[in-house]
């Protein structure tokens, strides 16, 4: 009787198969695993052909990219093979560490506030366990977890979306950004109306420009955006050097700006919605040993912060 071909994959081709998606690149993937790159390409042949499918499309220029069946087939592996390292750690008796490598996109704006303090306890506490970190804007994270190129994000509660689950961190308000010398910047709080007339410095993020503009635009102001920028850094200097005024959502230890600007946050008069900052996983798939302690050291660290700007 013939072998069905369906038993025929094994778990190291998985292991290479995931590695190659995930860096989009064969030589990437034979470097992290620390093997040749003949033995990538060899272990992905086979797979291929025991499947009868193409995993991937070879770009001479930009790497590889997934077909449909390589994508389908990266989202169904990355929980098996993380299962399979789970297993292995109870066996060994690792039931309160963990090791290995876990792949964690975080919100570009909330990376400098979160991944130094989350990567210093994790080195503390689990000294086997890497953490690689992927920053991105909000698509980016979603197509990330959905994809299965990450376990995990650090990110905003970006409303309802299929498939993912949101485990609340904390909730960061919103503050106006002021230089030193403005003649608003002593108040203790601020009213959005008395902006109409200031120019807006805008951080031009997906999904964060319109909560800023709808804002203001909720307290009537329609202020004229005399500048826009992806980063939160150049925000705040041109803020710092009076070129008009901003609104963020988490506030460095120091005023200062990297450019040896300073200026003053202050709160909003007005009630307005906070961004709840989450850990955020696939909702279809157990979570690891490893996702499970990430998200349980990002609660210990921040769960209680309820204040963070």
Do not use: W
């Not at 790159?37 to 272990?43: I, K, P, Y």
């Not at 109306?193 to 999904?207: K, W």
């Not at 992806?230 to 700006?257: C, D, K, W």
């Not at 909702?283 to 609660?299: D, G, H, Q, T, W």
Request: aromatic share 6%; hydrophobic share 45%; charged share 25%.
């Amino acid at each position: 009787m013939a072998r069905s071909s369906r038993f025929d994959m094994t778990l190291s081709q998985l292991k290479y198969f995931v590695a190659a998606a995930t860096k989009q690149s064969m030589t990437e993937a034979s470097l992290d695993l620390h093997v040749a790159q003949s033995a990538v390409s060899t272990a992905i042949a086979q797979l291929e052909r025991s499947l009868g499918v193409q995993l991937f499309i070879r770009q001479r220029s930009k790497g590889l990219a997934l077909t449909d069946a390589g994508t389908q087939l990266l989202r169904d592996a990355q929980p098996l093979l993380a299962q399979v390292d789970e297993v292995a750690d109870n066996v060994r008796g690792h039931h309160t560490s963990v090791r290995g490598t876990l792949r964690l996109a975080c919100f570009v704006t909330l990376a400098p506030f979160v991944l130094p303090r989350l990567i210093s306890r994790v080195k503390e506490e689990h000294p086997e366990l890497q953490i690689e970190i992927i920053e991105a804007d909000v698509d980016g994270t979603v197509e990330l977890l959905l994809n299965g190129s990450v376990e995990g994000a650090i990110a905003y509660d970006f409303g309802a979306v299929h498939d993912l689950t949101f485990d609340h961190l904390y909730a960061s308000p919103p503050h106006i950004i002021l230089p030193v010398d403005h003649h608003l910047a002593q108040r203790k709080r601020i009213k959005l109306a008395e902006l109409a007339e200031e120019d807006l410095i805008l951080l031009d993020i997906a999904h964060s420009r319109d909560y800023f503009l709808g804002m203001l635009a909720d307290a009537g102001v329609h202020p004229a955006v005399r500048y826009s920028s992806r980063s939160y850094e150049t925000v705040r200097s041109l803020v710092a050097r009076g070129h008009g005024f901003s609104i963020l959502n988490h506030r460095p230890e120091m005023p200062q700006t990297y450019d040896g600007g300073e200026l003053v946050s202050v709160p909003i008069a007005e009630k307005v919605a906070p961004l709840d900052v989450c850990f955020v996983r696939l909702s279809e798939v157990k979570p690891s040993a490893k996702v499970r302690v990430i998200a349980k050291l990002a609660r210990e660290l921040f769960g209680t912060t309820a204040d963070a700007s």
